[in-house]
């Protein structure tokens, strides 16, 4: 089994050089991971409009356990509530992440206290780390000077973008009390006002730009 892993880990990072192709990720635990239904496939639209991406226009989805997640170089995550990763799980997401992928973690509200002790499973010795305004991550397409924007009020906090760091590559950002997907989902849904819909899929294509080039 290990060999096979390994294997995998080999051909992920030859094909993940060029490949350009986006899936959510279904995690156990009861949160609502199929929340924001229209999201993704909005911002792939979007991308592929406006930054020169080639991106499948239907995301799939993958189990966080499987090795399908190993056909991706990017995943998305998102949802409400509780969130569990087994061993196994956390094993295969970080041998992911250390081979080349890289995962967005979108807390719709309600997730940042479970995901965050999650991710202690995949990785112990590293810590959610926030990333300053100048990070290029905000720079990359379009600009926001001021960081991660808002989309959605919740609770009045501030949004924060923390990332999860291998050898100085970012591997996986965790965005919080801004709620993108929010912002990428159909119009009708929440009834964003055009000018909120754009600044949320805007930083969704730096996100997307960023995880592909680096």
């Known amino acids: 089994m290990k060999k096979v892993v390994l294997l995998l880990i080999f ?17 156990k635990g009861g949160g609502d991971w199929y929340s924001n239904p229209t999201a993704l496939s909005n911002l ?5 409009s406006n930054i020169n991406t080639k991106i499948n226009a239907k995301p799939e ?6 090795i399908d997640i190993f056909q991706y170089p990017f995943l998305h995550m998102t949802g409400h509530g509780n969130v569990f990763f087994s061993e196994a799980d956390a094993e295969n997401l970080r041998n992911y992440l250390l081979s080349g992928g890289f995962l967005h973690i979108d807390d719709n509200y309600g997730m940042e206290p479970y995901i965050t ?6 990785f112990p010795d590293k810590d959610l780390i926030e990333l300053p305004g100048n990070y290029p991550i905000f720079s990359i397409a379009y600009p ?4 991660l924007p808002k989309i959605h009020e919740h609770d009045g906090k501030s949004p924060q973008a923390f990332g ?9 950002l965790f965005t919080y009390e801004s709620d ?6 159909d119009p009708e849904v929440h009834n964003d006002p055009a000018d909120v819909r754009e600044k949320a899929l805007k930083m969704g294509a730096n996100i997307v730009k960023y995880a592909f080039e680096n």
């Open 164 to 172: 999860i760091f291998d050898e100085n590559r970012l591997v996986l």
């Open 180 to 185: 993108l997907g929010d912002g990428w989902e």
């Open 61 to 66: 989805t993958v189990e966080v356990g499987s």
């Open 44 to 48: 792939i639209a979007y991308c592929n």
């Open 144 to 147: 926001f000077p001021n960081g």
């Open 11 to 27: 051909q992920f990072s030859l094909l993940s050089l060029n490949a350009q192709e986006l899936a959510v990720l279904k995690y």
């Open 117 to 122: 002790k999650e991710l202690k499973k995949v």
